[in-house]
């Protein structure tokens, strides 16, 4: 099942480590296997791991060969061997068996379209550590909850809602 969550707050007021450990304890029933956390600037993301694909190689946040584009992923990237061939084909390399791992790979090489190419159910971030950009996106279905909330110059986002409770200051009022 896994889940995402993460805070992007230009100010660099997103609390680090300490409030994704809070957030992560709320989804820990949807990734008992492993968790992950990722701090950068602006940016803190991070995931609870339910070991399916690569079990012991596929641990979270995930990085492409220079650490220049991190990721976290919810879901199943149903075309992944075929993406996966396509991207050592163009010169990357891999250091999982992971489905997640190909989608820093492809957004290094197609940037924001590199979406249209995934088949799956899934919701993800990537961050642009050179770009100094987050990307956020799910699948066409939206099978993979992705909820966001835009408050006081803060983006947060997480895969369920009770997980942006545990942010400090985040109203409890619809914003219709």
């Known amino acids: 099942m896994c889940g995402i969550f993460g805070i992007y707050d230009e100010s660099g007021r997103h609390g680090g480590r300490e409030v994704l450990a809070r ?4 989804m820990r029933h949807r990734g008992p296997d492993d968790d992950g956390f990722f701090v950068d600037g602006p940016l803190a993301f991070g ?39 396509e991207m050592r084909e163009r010169g990357h ?20 379209d590199f979406v249209e190419r995934l088949s799956g159910m899934f919701a993800l971030a990537v961050w642009d550590r050179a770009g100094r950009r987050l ?25 369920e809602l ?13 914003d219709r």
């Open 23 to 26: 957030m992560g304890r709320t």
């Open 47 to 85: 995931m609870q791991r339910l070991a399916i694909i690569d079990v012991d190689g596929g641990h979270q946040p995930i990085a492409n060969e220079d650490d220049s584009v991190i990721a976290v992923c919810n879901g199943e990237i149903y075309n992944f061997r075929e993406l996966r061939r």
């Open 93 to 112: 390399s891999f250091k999982t068996g992971s489905d997640s791992e190909v989608v820093v790979h492809l957004y290094e090489e197609y940037g924001d």
């Open 135 to 159: 990307l956020l996106a799910r699948d066409r279905l939206g099978i993979k909850p992705l909820y966001v909330s835009r408050q006081d110059g803060r983006l947060s986002f997480a895969s």
């Open 162 to 174: 009770k997980s942006l409770l545990e942010l400090p200051g985040m109203s409890r009022e619809v």
